[in-house]
Antibody
């Protein structure tokens, strides 16, 4: 079964850190991967992407310098390290396969179930 | 950043209705436009990629069209399971951006 399983969410204080993981199975984990978030009651916001090799990374301005995306292809796992968290980072975080325009025109075709990150004191 | 604007923000429709949602990009994006469906508490699901290509497993009542700056998602005959929120998204450049969403509700 093709799936992405996200873990690592929770409650963190402003200024704190959290690392999310996204475990892939059922497909070849060599594609671009992304993180997309959704604040409560709001729309979707792309956060970050990484190439299949991990050699290229991309970030939204809202998280640049605070979040770091990475991957371990030997473990079929995607990560995002989130530092200096702010209240406005509160959201459900999804991982998704996609970003590179060479595959499905860059669409996100497989999504994890999401994990809630709450930044509050 | 490329701004994506959907209209309407919400609509009420009946089962069997033909529904059209539009998405406009703030600059030309060729056909790098994708459509997603999201139901409450669930992850988004890809419906259409490259403006008009139907994702595998998606019913043929869904279709997409457009290029440049103006795009359309059409549901030819609305089914009960289609009541959801729909998002467009551009994959032309970074940052990837989404429309604000269109909520399709039961009339």
């Amino acid at each position: 079964e093709v799936q992405l399983v996200v873990s690592g969410g929770g409650l963190v204080q402003p200024g704190g850190s959290l690392r999310l993981s996204c475990a892939a199975s059922g497909f070849t984990f060599s594609s671009y991967m992304s993180w997309v978030r959704q604040a409560p009651g709001k729309g979707l916001e792309w956060v970050s992407a990484i190439s299949g090799s991990g050699g290229s990374t991309y970030y939204a301005d809202s998280v640049k310098g605070r979040f770091t995306i990475s991957r371990d292809n030997s473990k079929n796992t995607l990560y995002v390290q989130m530092n200096s968290l702010r209240a406005e980072d509160t959201a459900v975080y999804y991982c998704a396969r996609g970003y590179g325009s060479g595959t499905l025109s860059g669409a996100f075709d497989i999504w994890g179930q999401g994990t809630m990150v709450t930044v509050s004191s | 950043d490329i701004q994506m604007t959907q209209s309407p923000s919400s609509l009420s429709a009946s089962v069997g209705d033909r529904v059209t949602i539009t998405c406009r990009a703030s600059q030309t994006i060729s056909t790098y436009l994708n459509w997603y469906q999201q139901k409450p508490g669930k992850a988004p699901k890809l419906l259409i990629y490259a403006a008009s290509s139907l994702q595998s497993g998606v019913p043929s009542r869904f279709s997409g069209s457009g290029s440049g700056t103006d795009f359309t998602l059409t549901i030819s005959s609305l089914q009960p399971e289609d009541f959801a929120t729909y998002y467009c998204q551009q994959s032309y450049n970074t940052p990837r951006t989404f429309g604000q969403g269109t909520k399709v509700e039961i009339k």
